[in-house]
């Protein structure tokens, strides 16, 4: 008898210091709603999907130049205006302080061309402007077509985008003696093609 209780008594000890069995969790209450779902991330934009910064007031593009635009009237208060004679009322040249070396052709109330000269920063969006050489002009251009030059010998020539007819804007370049742009036209024809203003 002794025996037997010395048996329970030491398997009751050795229940009591052993650790408990691990339960399962028990499931949260229903509450009638689903569960909250974590927010997925936002989207990380890649580098195409920037969006496109828009043109520096310096940067000729084929709608004009900062408030100057082809086919459009001459913005009121903008600072371009006539300076200087002009052949006619027909057809007139404007410029601006803002915008050293360049001018523009109005005809009609109109401006149809914007002229980027020698003593201008201003360039195109792709950083082309006044001073760049032929090279440049072919491999960012490789399709306009080429024209011989009216006063200048060669390398000197016309450089004018193949699309250039009717009322759409174009670009041309005028190539200098030296292999280098001397002149940057955008307009429309046939005033892009006029190689002494007005004519």
């Known amino acids: 008898m002794k025996t037997i209780l010395t048996t329970i008594s030491l398997a009751l000890g050795l229940a009591a210091c052993s650790p408990e069995p691990s339960r399962a969790p028990e499931p949260a ?19 195409t999907e920037a969006p496109a910064a ?3 007031a310096n940067t ?18 903008s600072g371009w205006t006539e300076r200087g004679a002009q052949i006619s009322n027909a057809c007139r040249t404007i410029s ?3 915008f050293p070396g360049v001018y523009a052709i109005v005809q009609q109330d109109m401006v149809r061309r ?21 090279a440049d ?8 077509r080429e024209e011989p030059h009216k006063y200048s010998d060669p390398p000197a020539k016309y450089l004018t985008a193949p699309r250039a007819a009717g009322g759409d804007p174009a670009l041309r370049f005028e190539i200098g003696p030296d292999g280098k742009v001397a002149l940057i036209h955008v307009g429309t024809m046939p005033v892009l093609g006029y190689v002494e203003g007005c004519a």
């Open 29 to 47: 209450p229903d509450t009638g709603s689903a569960p909250p779902v974590a927010a997925p991330a936002p989207p990380t934009p890649s580098p």
């Open 54 to 56: 828009p043109a520096k």
């Open 60 to 77: 000729l593009t084929l709608e004009g130049l900062g408030p100057l635009r082809i086919n459009q009237p001459v913005p009121a208060g």
């Open 96 to 98: 601006s302080p803002d």
């Open 114 to 134: 914007i002229t980027v000269g020698r003593r201008s920063t201003v360039t195109l969006v792709d950083g082309i402007g006044v001073g760049a050489s032929e």
């Open 137 to 144: 002009v072919r491999a960012a251009f490789p399709r306009f």
